[in-house]
Structure formats: structure tokens, C-alpha cells
């Protein structure tokens, strides 16, 4: 029996990247699997996420979502349970990025990052949970919450004030609703990638900062979307079920060093 059969599941951000490989290992999973971004089109290339997700018989759809937004968030998950009757897991995924450092960044770059990377996830978190209180346990959960924060949540980021400081309050976010939901039979848990290898432009996947990456991880080389795929899909099954409010590194050992 596959891991996630009979769940549904949102993947915010689902479109490209970390996101993307996290909804179509769900769907592989048995997972009728939710897209929510503000794109259809994956910044790497290839077929939408929905399509591969049903090309390969899953079962997915795709809802063009601004999580900064309230009533974008309130229709998503509405919607979501008008068609398919519930809701079991929430991956909150999305996430933007201004590579900028205290000095650099703009009023609007400050608001902007925390209106998708900080008030986004708490709007994601606060409509999922709603809903999971309406429901009866499966399982051995009401639902079950997954934030993808970062190792910059933890150490600085360096020349990237906002996401540093954004992805930090992931951290204790999901501490906070792991502790204050427990007895709503409500999991909340995180993850920390280290480097992972996607298609996203930026300064993260310039020469330097990957030859940086390459000496500062342990393991023999770079993260790849599997590898978060792989953490959420075991953090969102029946063997997590006694583990909550833990930010889980997956990052070949950067951390450790």
C-alpha cells in the first residue's frame, strides 16, 4: 500500500523547484496532490506539474494562489475540500527572495518578503488548521503541517537579510503550532534544506556560491529536490506520526560541521 493513498495534500510554490518534486512524489505516493503558485509553468522547463501528476495516473489540480493574499489562501483550501472532502496534509513551500543585506534592502523588499515568506505561511497554517479541527482523526492525525524553512533559518544567510530572518520565523512558527495544537492531534513539523541544486536564477547558483557549497558539505555532493521530496514524504506518512515541531535538516551534514 502506498504511503500517502486516500490523503490529500496542498503544495504551495508547487509549480517549480523544491515544490514540484514534493507534489509529484506525494502523487507517486497515492496522494491526490493540490498545486497552489502564482504560475503554472515550471521555471526548469518541462510539462506543468498537474500533467506529469496525471500523465503518470495520479490525481492532481493546479489553483493559482498568492499565499500573501487571505482570500486567495481561504478559496484554496475551501475549494479543496468542496472537491475532494478533506484536507490531510499542507506542504507551505512558496517562498521569494531578494539577495540583498540590511542596507540594501529596500522598505518594499523588507514587506514584500515577509508578506509571502512569514504572513503567507501563517495564513497557510492558520487556514489549514481550521479546517483540520473540523475533521476526525485518520490515522493518528488530524493533519498534518509541513513548512519548508532553511539552514539560513538557523546560521545567517549571508548577503540575503530577508530570507534570513523570513526563514527563522518558519522555525519558530512551526514550534509554536506543533506545542499549541498537539492536543488537536494536529502535526506540525519543518524542514531545513542545505543546498539543494534546482533551476532558480539568482546568486545561489553562480560558480562561487555552488564551489562554497561543494566545501562546506560534508557529503559527497550537492542536494537535489529529492531529497527534500524524500524528508516531506516521510514527515507527511503514518511513520511521523510521535514527531512534531521538529525542524529537520537535509543538508549532508553542512550543520554538523
Known amino acids: 500500500m502506498s504511503l500517502l493513498s486516500g ?21 507517486s505516493e497515492g496522494a491526490t496532490v493540490v498545486v497552489a ?3 503554472e509553468t ?7 506539474t498537474v500533467a506529469e501528476i496525471v500523465a503518470a495516473g495520479g490525481t492532481g489540480r493546479f489553483f493559482r494562489t498568492d ?15 468542496q472537491e475532494f472532502g478533506r484536507l490531510d496534509i499542507i506542504v507551505n513551500n512558496a517562498a521569494i527572495y531578494t539577495s540583498t543585506t540590511l542596507l540594501e534592502t529596500s522598505v518594499d523588499q523588507w514587506a514584500r518578503v515577509m508578506s509571502v515568506n512569514v504572513t503567507g505561511f501563517f495564513y497557510c497554517c492558520k487556514r489549514a488548521a481550521m479546517q483540520f479541527l473540523t475533521q476526525d482523526v485518520k490515522g493518528e492525525a488530524r ?19 530577508p530570507y534570513g530572518v523570513s526563514k527563522g520565523a518558519i522555525v519558530q512558527m512551526t514550534r509554536q503550532i506543533a506545542v499549541d ?4 492531534m494536529i502535526l506540525c513539523n519543518a524542514i531545513a534544506p542545505g ?34 521530496a524524500g524528508a516531506a514524504l516521510f514527515l507527511a506518512s503514518d511513520m511521523a506520526s510521535f514527531i512534531t515541531g521538529v525542524n529537520l535538516m537535509v543538508d549532508g551534514g553542512w550543520m554538523a560541521g
Open 37 to 39: 503558485d502564482v504560475s
Open 181 to 184: 495544537h498537539a492536543a488537536d
Open 42 to 48: 515550471p521555471i526548469e522547463g518541462g510539462d506543468p
Open 195 to 228: 543546498k539543494i541544486i534546482t533551476g532558480k536564477p539568482g546568486v545561489a547558483n553562480e560558480p562561487e556560491a555552488l564551489d562554497y557549497s561543494r566545501r562546506r558539505t560534508p557529503w559527497p555532493r550537492l542536494g537535489e529536490p529529492r531529497d527534500v
Open 143 to 161: 493533519g498534518r503541517i509541513i513548512n519548508i524553512s532553511s539552514q539560513h533559518g538557523m546560521v545567517a544567510s549571508p548577503g540575503d537579510f
Open 67 to 81: 499565499i500573501s493574499t487571505w482570500d486567495d489562501v481561504d478559496a484554496l483550501v475551501g475549494e479543496t475540500v
Open 7 to 27: 490523503k490529500i495534500a496542498i503544495v504551495t510554490g508547487a509549480s517549480s523547484g523544491l515544490g514540484r518534486a514534493i507534489a509529484l512524489r506525494y502523487a
